[in-house]
């Protein structure tokens, strides 16, 4: 699908070599690159080389695509990361606290802040981050990279978007567990509250919880795109908008890729996890056998 959206929005050898050239350059250049091919001529040879282990060179500086795309990688990853354990950190203590204190102003405090995390676009909380922190309290710079202060901005716009989808998924897996009639018996028996949460309810809420962190983890990728454009992070983000707008269409496949690649391992580990926070799984596989 992206190599054919790709190839049909717009010809590459215009927005490489610019308006003014002759038309036996831009042919040149279309024969160069295999432009001047029918369009499943490409993409069979497309899949041909990646079979191969051909990912393509960059239309911009000729080097092979996959280098340019890797030697970016470190910098995603630099906020990537960190904005992960940030949401983690803060989005699974609040949703465990607004379902032990259901239907209190804690509770709706936390569903109001999860909404209002939720349905905000990543670029207005970068902007209003930007304005507040950056350009009226001049505490952190507003782009670029090179120490801890540059990696604030970026890592706590996308930790605490991440925090408020993990704490409205949270309280739910703990609401519906909540109710089950193994925490009624646990309680009955005399377990403090404390106990009965951190041995039966929370390691049952843990899968759905799990699941939405496997999703995350493309989604954090994807939002990196907005973000590093934003405060100008030289990670695969910015290089992702800026070849889409050079029409770089190697950067671009290799890019798509990757994410995907990231979006399907990270839900192969949660169903690898799935079995072992719930023995049932293991049991009901075991059955299926």
């Keep these: 699908m992206c190599f054919i959206v790709l190839r049909l929005a717009g010809d590459p050898s215009v927005a490489m070599l610019g308006p003014d050239v002759s038309a036996a350059e831009i042919a040149a250049f279309r024969e160069r690159w295999g432009l001047d091919q029918p369009l499943h001529i490409q993409f069979f040879q497309f899949i041909w080389a990646v079979m191969h282990g051909d990912l393509g060179y960059s239309m911009r500086g000729g080097e092979p695509a996959l280098s340019m795309v890797l030697r970016h990688v470190p910098q995603t990853l630099a ?21 032990l204190y259901r ?16 349905t905000v676009p990543s670029f207005v909380l970068a902007l209003v981050l930007a304005l507040v922190f950056s350009v009226t309290l001049r505490w952190f710079p507003t782009g670029g990279s090179g120490t801890l202060a540059h990696l604030v901005l970026p890592v706590a716009t996308i930790g605490l978007i991440g925090a408020a989808v993990i704490a409205r998924y ?16 646990a309680s009955a028996k005399g377990l403090r ?8 309810a929370l390691p049952n809420a843990a899968v759905p919880i799990v699941t939405i962190l496997g999703f995350m983890v493309g989604s954090t990728v994807t939002g990196a795109v907005v973000v590093e454009t934003v405060f100008s ?32 391992l990270s839900n ?10 719930d023995p049932r799984m293991r049991a009901s596989k075991g059955v299926g056998e």
């Design 79 to 99: 906020i990537t990361v960190p904005a992960l354990l940030v949401s983690i950190a803060i989005g699974v203590p609040a949703g465990i606290a607004a379902a």
């Design 103 to 118: 239907n209190t102003w804690f509770d709706r405090l936390i569903i109001l802040v999860s909404i209002v995390g939720y």
């Design 170 to 185: 949270t309280r739910s897996a703990m609401l519906e567990v909540d109710g089950q009639p193994f925490i009624r018996t």
């Design 193 to 200: 509250r404390g106990a009965v949460v951190s041995r039966h």
């Design 233 to 264: 992070w030289p990670g695969i983000g910015r290089l992702l908008v800026t070849s889409v707008a050079a029409r770089d269409l190697a950067v671009v496949q290799v890019i798509t890729l990757l994410v995907s690649a990231a979006m399907v």
């Design 268 to 277: 192969l580990v949660v169903d690898m996890l799935y079995g072992f926070l």
